[in-house]
């Protein structure tokens, strides 16, 4: 790549540590990130690879230890004073202004002006060069609020470059695209390794990194396990060397459910906005996996099913009490709870402790005349805490404190106390690293084989096919395919998804 | 041996609790109002000598009752992720409302009629702002300009003063173990709500609501119903406020709680309850009032300009709200 022999790398770490509180975060890491190359960082939650991005950007500054730029010690004490040195962050949350277009959001701040005011000419002409100077291009009267994220984050790539970032860190930048977003997002990575620039790629998508990457660091527990050229790495030697054990296959055994276990969710006819006369039946004891591109409208259609969205026509029935206007409440109340798909908005109260979040769907079975029992809470939660292998120390911090993983799993455990008949999982497995993902497997199956039915939403193909009895395909809102899930493959499912697209005159 | 491990046990778990209660009351952001609260109260105790006597002290705490009893009330819709600016209006329709049925009719009917004034005034609030989505702040603003109508309406702009009834005084005016029955009142509703709040089921849904609505909602939870019981008993609480000073002085007037609103908002936020819901405390709300009691308290004990009072309290206002704002800016 363009590693010259002689030259110091882009950035260097020496002996680098930092605790937050008495938790140790980094210990003694050193690692060479070359200049022209895409570096990753690879390693479970809490393994280290934020912070370690963190403070190349300025985020936070290390404990112990040395960061050197280009060969010269610098200790920035801010984002702002690393983007001063050429190094710039994209974060998971992206700082765009919905109101202003695609140009002005890349030269905010920075706008050529006369008199106070934007020179607009000149602005289009500043951001053509910079569009030029990287290899991609939004349009520049785009309006970000009309943008897939994908195309956003590539204006704060667009942004960083605006402002000379010579490298650039990168944390978990697809944990929130789409397969079709992602693609794009590479490219514009691969456009930027091109230019020369440096690329810092926090990610636990494995096949990512396994795709971007010229070196890959793998952290554990803080530590450094060993830095070198990705071409020799695959999944397996990652997951072994983030796991610090071999990963025996990645998806649990299939055990059918008895042919005569009975129907424990039953939807007929339904439509609601994004969603058009879907009819389904998922048994006891069966994972239905419910596959499709995303806008297919598979969240939609679980949406409708728990009665988040307002259902126009069709019911749905849990064991044998069918409603035509279902709502959240009732239905936890039949047996259905569901697990959505995004943690942060529809799932956690993140002010409030991990017991109250843990207890809240099922806090009247642990309350007398109206009032909670707090020891019952605390037994019950701890005990569902615990079945679901959450890892945390005290119970009465806030829920915010638990990684992605851990706070997945306790929002099964919520759903447990309710002891439903059916769970709906929507994403189950989106932004928890490979551990967690694990055990949130083996917690569906363990669940399934005592009788829950499950219908599992997912746009990792490969997790709807591992763990699926059924696999339901869904297209424009509809139901296109059913599939056998011992016997499907990738390719079928995917196929059922694209179908006719190309057929369908637009 | 085992009557030692027996004891050893509960006695571990007590020093356990008071270690942590210890830590919390020195963790800033935890205790928040209560340690500069404790150290007014002792600086005044030095600096003052009639301040720390029965008789000031209870005058304080009776004077405070129409502010307590609202913002203990007021506490649960911030909770809940609502606000409400209606108090003050409530307030005087229901000080009015009791005033003219004193006159017309008996006291206990007064009383009862004045507090569901306030009770349905509530239940409007709370179905406007769930129901008919109407953002709060403006909703409560738009029925505190129709409640006092209302009440202007009644009297005709007037005052109404009663003083051919005595027994309506008595809600405000007698003793029971020499403490004032409204303090006794505005203890028990105190204590009723903070127990609500605290540990009811229904205490802990209105958290979750003003937390985050949405995942309450899918959780189970059902968030219209818990911000309407708590808009409804704001407004009943509002209500008692008004019955409660109008008996105290034998008369009522639509404008009298003018700028209620504020200063119980001023109480519950100083007091570390987050405007933007989720996380608050009914004893915060005590504690705040109280704060800002004390120092009108203090000022008019220590002779200072009644000016500087003004000032004080706004200061304390914006660091009250920039605590909360930092605290959530660090715990990201």
């Not at chain 1, 942004?159 to 794009?184: F, G």
């Not at chain 2, 952001?29 to 002290?57: C, D, K, Q």
Request: a neutral charge.
């Amino acid at each position: 790549m363009a590693h010259e022999p002689g030259r110091a790398p882009h950035v260097e770490l020496r002996e680098v540590s930092k605790h937050f509180g008495g938790a140790r975060a980094l210990e003694s890491v050193s690692i060479k990130i070359e200049t022209g190359s895409v570096h990753a960082f690879v390693g479970e939650n809490g393994a280290g690879k934020s912070t370690l991005g963190k403070i190349i950007s300025g985020v936070v500054a290390q404990d112990r230890g040395e960061v050197l730029l280009h060969g010269t010690p610098v200790r920035f004490r801010s984002p702002r004073e690393a983007l001063d040195h050429g190094v710039a962050t994209i974060a998971q949350e992206l700082a765009i202004v919905p109101e202003l277009s695609a140009a002005e959001n890349v030269l905010l701040g920075v706008e050529p002006r006369a008199f106070g005011l934007i020179r607009h000419r000149e602005l289009r002409r500043k951001y053509s060069s910079v569009c030029s100077a990287v290899g991609f291009e939004v349009p520049a009267e785009a309006m970000p609020s009309r943008m897939r994220t994908a195309e956003q984050q590539k204006l704060e790539i667009l942004r960083a470059i605006a402002r000379n970032a010579e490298l650039i860190v990168m944390d978990e930048p697809s944990a929130a695209l789409t397969r079709e977003e992602m693609q794009r997002l590479h490219e514009s990575i691969r456009a930027l390794r091109d230019q020369g620039r440096t690329v810092v790629l926090v990610s636990h998508f494995l096949d990512e990194v396994l795709d971007l990457a010229d070196t890959i660091s793998v952290l554990r527990d803080g530590r450094l396990v060993r830095s070198g050229p990705a071409a020799p790495e695959s999944e397996r030697t990652l997951i072994e060397a983030m796991l610090g054990r071999s990963f025996d296959g990645t998806f649990p055994p299939k055990e059918p459910p008895p042919t005569d276990s009975p129907v424990v969710l039953s939807v007929e006819g339904l439509s609601a906005f994004g969603v058009s006369d879907v009819s389904l039946d998922v048994r006891a004891g069966e994972i239905v996996g419910l596959a499709g591109l995303v806008g297919a409208g598979r969240t939609e259609l679980a949406q409708a099913i728990v009665g988040m969205r307002r259902p126009r026509s069709g019911t749905v029935a849990v064991g044998d009490r069918r409603t035509g206007r279902p709502y959240p409440r009732g239905m936890l109340q039949l047996g259905l709870a569901m697990i959505p798909e995004s943690r942060k908005e529809d799932g956690l109260i993140p002010d409030r402790s991990i017991t109250d979040n843990t207890a809240l769907s099922s806090l009247a079975s642990r309350s007398r005349f109206g009032v909670v029992r707090p020891r019952a809470e605390r037994r019950a939660t701890a005990t569902a805490l615990r079945q679901v292998d959450v890892r945390a120390g005290r119970h009465d911090l806030p829920v915010s404190v638990l990684s992605g993983g851990n706070q997945q799993k306790l929002l099964f455990a919520r759903t447990l106390l309710c002891e439903p008949a059916v769970l709906i999982a929507d994403e189950p497995t989106r932004g928890v690293d490979v551990g967690a993902r694990r055990s949130i497997y083996e917690l569906l199956i363990t669940l399934t084989r005592q009788g829950l039915g499950v219908l599992l939403i997912s746009s990792d193909v490969e997790e709807v096919l591992g763990l699926s009895h059924r696999v339901l395909v869904m297209r424009s809102g509809r139901l296109v395919a059913e599939l056998d899930g011992l016997t499907a493959t990738e390719h079928d499912v995917l196929d059922a998804a694209f179908r006719d697209r190309a057929s369908i005159p637009s | 041996m085992n009557v030692a491990e027996a004891e050893g046990g509960p006695q571990q778990v007590f020093s356990g609790r008071a270690v942590a209660a210890m830590r919390d009351l020195f963790d800033l952001r935890r205790s928040g109002i209560l340690l500069p609260f404790i150290a007014l109260f002792i600086a005044l105790s030095v600096t003052s000598g009639p301040f720390f006597s029965r008789a000031n002290l209870l005058n304080i705490v009776d004077q405070q009752a129409s502010t307590l009893i609202p913002a203990a009330a007021g506490t649960l819709v911030l909770v809940a992720g609502g606000i409400d600016l209606s108090v003050g209006a409530v307030y005087g329709l229901a000080g009015v409302t009791a005033a003219h049925l004193a006159l017309l009719a008996s006291p206990a009917l007064a009383i009862l009629v004045g507090i569901l004034v306030g009770l349905g005034v509530g239940l409007v609030n709370g179905l406007i702002t769930t129901v008919f989505r109407i953002n709060p702040l403006i909703a409560t603003l738009a029925t505190s300009y129709v409640v006092t109508g209302i009440a202007s309406l009644a009297t005709g702009g007037n005052i109404v003063t009663d003083f051919t009834h005595p027994g309506f005084a008595d809600l405000a005016r007698t003793s029971f173990l020499s403490v004032k029955t409204s303090t006794w009142l505005t203890l028990v509703v105190v204590v009723a709500l903070g127990f609500l709040l605290a540990r009811s089921t229904v205490g802990r849904y209105m958290y979750a609501a003003g937390g985050n609505a949405q995942a309450a909602r899918l959780a189970g939870v059902r968030v219209y119903r818990v911000r309407i019981l708590a808009f409804a008993l704001s407004g009943t609480a509002a209500a008692l406020g008004g019955v409660i000073d109008s008996s105290r002085v034998l008369s009522a007037q639509s404008s009298s709680g003018s700028t209620l609103a504020f200063t119980v908002l001023a109480g519950i936020v100083v007091g570390g309850t987050s405007i933007l819901g989720g996380t608050g405390a009914v004893w915060r709300s005590v504690v705040g009032v109280l704060f800002i009691a004390l120092i009108g308290n203090g000022f008019d004990l220590l002779g200072l300009d009644p000016l500087y009072e003004q000032i004080s309290l706004g200061v304390l206002l914006l660091l009250a709200v920039g605590l909360d704002a930092w605290t959530r800016l660090i715990r990201q």
